[in-house]
């Protein structure tokens, strides 16, 4: 038994006696016409709404509602001490008997998630709770008596009625004033309701309102009248208060059953049709219309069509299969979490083969937008290089044409200038052909390729395995740019005294090394280029491992089906 059980069954049987001590109050009671019913009414009232609040507390000791019930049932069998003939108690008992009516409101303004989250609920509960308090002080201070036969107040200051019958009118105003504005905010609440939340707020709501509206009439017409009210109103509002426990409980429990048969028809489905139209199937299951799935993948949360996800903000399930993060469920947050866990747990497996997708999308989208940034790279660098020198050229080559007949000498010069910037020109396009497709590669093959990458990089580079015969073009191409893209991390980041290059072929796959013997600790997440590599790789059904170890150096593999 742990901490919370043991804390909810000392609260149990602390009900249990103040129970008993409050039915030998009203048995023992000289103004209590029927004390057995009585009795056995504020008792029983007090205990179904304690054992209600219990369960709930119990069952999600995160939430305040339970806690909330509990002390509501409490001040109820308080106030049942109306009823004992010390009049220390009888006036301590008045003071307090609208109190459970303050805890009442309170549940209402928090329920669902057991916090007045908002400033209008705090300042409405706060007033109710004042006005519970102090409201029966007036009386309590003056010469009015409850009835013939109930004792005197300990506290009063006046044998006049006068102040008791302002205080009186003035709480009694005071009340259905926070009455409408109570029911008011509870009709907003459920107007803006989503669907579920509707279906959580319903048993206790609707409860709830209609007993602030029946003490609201039973106020009004005592306050019109002058007189109490011993008609139907009281004993309406008495019977919804007792009502109200049974109607949460059947709120809970038939929203249990119903999202346990909705989980095992989801399981049914799932088994039946797959992984097709997956939210939907846990949209019906869960009844929240506006739910949602995100996939986890190797550079963040992804829809399903491979659109960049922010990360979730509302409320969510994560979705687990043998430990790994699959996705999430972005939900409506009223939805039971017991209930969401096992719809998280039956859809792991479906989820899986959907994130599947979702990464090969999101894969082919930075496949696409690698082309564009590629081919934005291209156009600024032929704007701001080749195509400058070329026109420069061209400017030159006019003006030499103009002095041909004037300055011979002059014009040889230019021409020689121009031939020189046509040179670089040259020279400038060569490197731009080298980065969409080396010359070399095409010509001469993989090993000559990779070669000359040895032979520019900044850093020894040891050559020490490639296949003599040619690969099919498209793993030469990727297997060489892995190369280019691995040689120019290590010059830039790895401090490296050496890097060596291996390619061979395993079981029908090209397999590609390169070694380092930097500092390692080498992030994937750091640029774009791995990433590019990956995808690339991916693209021809090849796989990308990063070993990097801090102090150790850094090794890239790429494994390519040939």
Not at 100 to 109: A, C, D, E, K, T
Not at 332 to 346: G, I, K, N, R, Y
Not at 363 to 375: D, F, H, K, M, T
Request: with cysteine; charged share 15%; aromatic share 6%.
């Amino acid at each position: 038994m742990n901490a919370l059980t043991r804390a909810l069954a000392m609260l149990a049987l602390a009900a249990l006696l103040v129970g008993l001590l409050a039915a030998a109050v009203i048995a023992r009671s000289d103004h209590v016409d029927d004390a057995t019913f009585a009795a056995v009414f504020m008792v029983g009232v007090g205990f179904v709404w304690i054992a209600t609040g219990l369960f709930a507390w119990h069952r999600r000791p995160a939430n305040k509602a339970g806690a909330l019930m509990t002390w509501t049932g409490f001040l109820w069998l308080v106030n049942a001490f109306v009823a004992a003939n010390s009049p220390a108690i009888f006036t301590f008992a008045v003071l307090a008997s609208n109190l459970y009516l303050g805890v009442f409101v309170h549940l209402l303004l928090a329920y669902p998630e057991g916090t007045l989250s908002r400033r209008i609920d705090r300042r409405l509960a706060l007033a109710v709770y004042a006005l519970c308090t102090l409201g029966a002080l007036p009386i309590l201070l003056s010469g009015i008596q409850a009835c013939e036969s109930c004792p005197e107040s300990v506290i009063q200051v006046t044998s006049s009625t006068t102040l008791g019958n302002i205080g009186d009118v003035f709480t009694s105003v005071a009340a259905i004033a926070l009455a409408g504005a109570v029911i008011w905010v509870l009709g907003a609440r459920w107007r803006a309701a989503s669907r579920p939340q509707r279906r959580v707020l319903a048993p206790l709501l609707w409860s709830g309102m209609a007993l602030i509206a029946l003490v609201a009439v039973t106020l009004t017409s005592q306050t019109v009248t002058g007189d109490q009210v011993p008609g139907i109103f009281p004993v309406a509002w008495q019977l919804v208060f007792a009502a109200v426990p049974f109607a949460f409980l059947i709120g809970l429990l038939r929203g249990q059953l119903a999202q346990a048969d909705a989980v095992g028809e989801l399981l049914q489905r799932l088994g039946a049709t797959g992984t097709d139209g997956l939210r939907g199937l846990l949209a019906d299951a869960l009844g929240d219309p506006s739910l949602q799935l995100l996939y986890w993948v190797e550079d963040g949360w992804v829809r399903r069509d491979g659109r960049r996800a922010d990360r979730p903000n509302h409320a969510y399930t994560p979705v687990e299969l043998d430990g790994e993060l699959v996705g999430a469920i972005i939900h409506d947050a009223s939805l039971e979490p017991e209930a969401l866990t096992h719809v998280a747990a039956a859809a792991g497996l479906a989820m899986r083969g959907e994130r599947l997708e979702a990464a090969l999308r999101r894969s082919r989208a930075r496949i696409v937008e690698a082309g564009l940034q590629e081919r934005r790279r291209l156009e600024r660098n032929l704007h701001d290089g080749a195509q400058q020198r070329l026109v420069a050229l061209s400017l030159t080559l006019r003006i030499a044409q103009n002095q041909i007949p004037k300055n011979p000498e002059l014009a040889a010069q230019m021409v020689g200038a121009a031939q020189e910037e046509l040179t670089h020109a040259l020279a400038e396009l060569r490197e731009l052909a080298r980065g969409i497709h080396p010359a070399v590669l095409s010509d001469r093959g993989l090993q000559a390729a990779v070669e000359a990458l040895a032979v520019r990089s900044p850093l020894p580079v040891k050559v020490v395995e490639v296949p003599g015969e040619r690969l099919p073009e498209p793993i030469e191409a990727a297997a060489y740019f892995v190369i280019a893209e691995a040689l120019t991390n290590v010059a830039k980041y790895a401090n490296a005294s050496n890097a060596t290059v291996a390619v061979r072929r395993v079981n029908g796959h090209a397999c590609v090394e390169v070694r380092d013997d930097g500092v390692g600790g080498a992030d994937p997440g750091r640029g774009s280029g791995l990433q590019g590599l990956a995808d690339r790789v991916g693209a021809l059904d090849g796989s990308l491992a990063l070993d990097s170890p801090p102090g150790s150096g850094t090794t890239l593999r790429a494994e390519i089906p040939v």
